[in-house]
């Protein structure tokens, strides 16, 4: 049996946490403990503790132990004159809140996608375009807001990647420099910027995350 351990730390000005999962796949479904610092600071207890059950491209199944939670999650993928749509649905039965998501993978460079809330008006948009292989437009839409958002994002050598999003509802601009090793994990450092405030001070995270087979 093969089982995976991963932990995570996150750390910016105002807090620090950390996560840590462990992972084995019993057939062909995958089952996952994950705990937060937060069961761990008071001493140890259910706080921060969720449980997982996942086929892959298939199901997810959360459960938040201490809320006593579940989150559904099903994917499908279907194909539209001979394009693949993948489907996602997720449902919050706590919140009693379900979304639908979709992406229409025109071809390996274009793909549109939507995301609804059932039961509200909230529906987002967006488009995909690759360029090369290498440099990633993403324009967004928020029916609701009736708003835009921006993402572009490049690929960089040794697997980085650098990301820039602007948030024309909140003037929010952000930076996110990002990477993926085999041997050492991921790792993101962000810094976001309000440019409508008259002090621009930027907010700075730094997140790593480290892999480990058992």
Request: with cysteine; proline share 3%.
């Amino acid at each position: 049996m093969t089982m995976k351990a991963s932990f995570k730390g996150k750390f910016d000005v105002d807090k620090s946490s950390g996560t840590a999962s462990l992972a084995f796949n019993a057939g062909n479904v995958k089952l996952r403990a994950t705990m937060t610092d937060a069961a761990l600071v008071a001493g140890p207890s259910l706080n921060g503790l969720s449980l997982a059950v996942e086929k892959p491209g298939f199901f997810i199944i959360d459960y938040n132990v201490p809320k006593k939670d579940v989150r559904f999650q099903f994917m499908n993928t279907v194909r539209i004159a001979e394009k693949p749509l993948n489907l996602t649905y997720i449902h919050m039965r706590g919140d009693n809140r379900t979304i639908v998501d979709g992406s229409l993978a025109i071809d390996p460079a274009n793909k549109l996608s939507a995301n609804y809330m059932v039961g509200t008006k909230n529906c987002k948009l967006k488009y995909t375009y690759v360029h090369g292989g290498m440099t990633t437009f993403e324009p967004s839409y928020d029916l609701t807001k009736n708003v835009w958002d921006f993402a572009v994002s490049r690929k960089l050598d040794a697997g980085a990647n650098l990301k820039a999003t602007y948030q024309t509802s909140s003037k929010m601009f952000g930076l996110e420099w990002s990477g993926n090793s085999k041997s050492t994990g991921t790792f993101k450092v962000c810094a976001s910027m309000n440019l409508a405030e008259e002090l621009k001070t930027p907010k700075l995270t730094a997140e790593t995350t480290w892999n480990l087979d058992i």
